[in-house]
């Protein structure tokens, strides 16, 4: 039998929703050897908590719409829109599916995402691998940015992320990748409305999502410790709010080109 270093993670397999290590509920366990994720951090925490099977296979919209709404409080119509759509660009409405497959480049998939590198030429699926160089960068993109935030004087500070810094990231990130079409920049934007419905609160001058919530989701693919839902997310607010990093995004472009010929002059 082979052995580990003292101190090693336990090597498991998933078989459902109940990880054998951690036992029952929703505790994190992190994707075991043969599960499959996708380019997705929301449905790969929900694997990686038991919120859907935990090896991320034999998955049905159901089953994630289920998922959707237990694990992030959606509202039903938000999380069957999501699930049902998804399902059926992947020409699969009432098929099934593993995690990986979601990532077939160019059905939900898009390239500039916020961390992960765009999908090689002559590739079916974009790599699911996180670059913490692109979260860190994400990161640099939040204004006040957190040593701002700890040298405040107001009450209660926090370091959190808005619609205002996604649509400077996702401004970035179409600068670096080139632009992607407009069905796949709502989806982008979308993808990010939908968490910052989920997880928003607000001090004397923010309004956005805790960065200690977000990094921990986006980088470790893990959901908040101790975080519990007090609303449900629908579909018309983040419609809403996908709207609003849109007109961000605009904003900020049109800046730029307004400042461009000044440059050229200096």
Not at 81 to 102: Q, T
Not at 229 to 253: F, V
């Amino acid at each position: 039998m082979e052995s580990f270093p003292e101190g090693h993670p336990d090597i498991h397999q998933h078989k459902g929703k109940t990880c054998p290590v951690t036992g029952k509920g929703h505790q994190f366990c992190p994707p075991q050897a043969g599960d499959s994720r996708s380019v997705c951090p929301a449905l790969n925490a929900m694997a990686n908590h038991g919120y859907i099977a935990r090896d991320g296979k034999n998955l049905s919209a159901f089953d994630v719409t289920r998922g959707l709404r237990a694990c992030y409080h959606l509202s039903y119509p938000l999380a069957y829109f999501l699930a049902y759509v998804g399902f059926a660009i992947l020409h699969k409405p009432f098929g099934r599916l593993s995690l990986h497959e979601i990532g077939k480049h160019n059905a939900v998939e898009h390239n500039a995402s916020l961390v992960h590198h765009d999908t090689p030429d002559n590739e079916t699926f974009a790599p699911v691998k996180i670059d913490e160089k692109l979260v860190e960068a994400l990161c640099a993109d939040v204004r006040p940015s957190a040593k701002e935030v700890e040298a405040s004087s107001e009450s209660g500070a926090r370091f959190l992320i808005n619609a205002d810094d996604v649509a400077r990231a996702r401004v970035r990130r179409e600068k670096e990748c080139g632009s992607i079409d407009k069905v796949h920049s709502e989806i982008a934007r979308g993808e990010m409305a939908i968490i910052l419905g989920v997880w928003e609160v607000k001090t004397e001058t923010k309004t956005g999502i805790p960065m200690e919530y977000f990094r921990r989701w986006i980088s470790e693919e893990r959901m908040p410790e101790n975080w519990k839902p007090d609303h449900h997310q629908g579909l018309i607010n983040t419609i809403r709010r996908s709207s609003k990093i849109r007109k961000a995004q605009t904003a900020l472009l049109e800046q730029e080109a307004e400042s461009a010929p000044m440059t050229e002059k200096c």
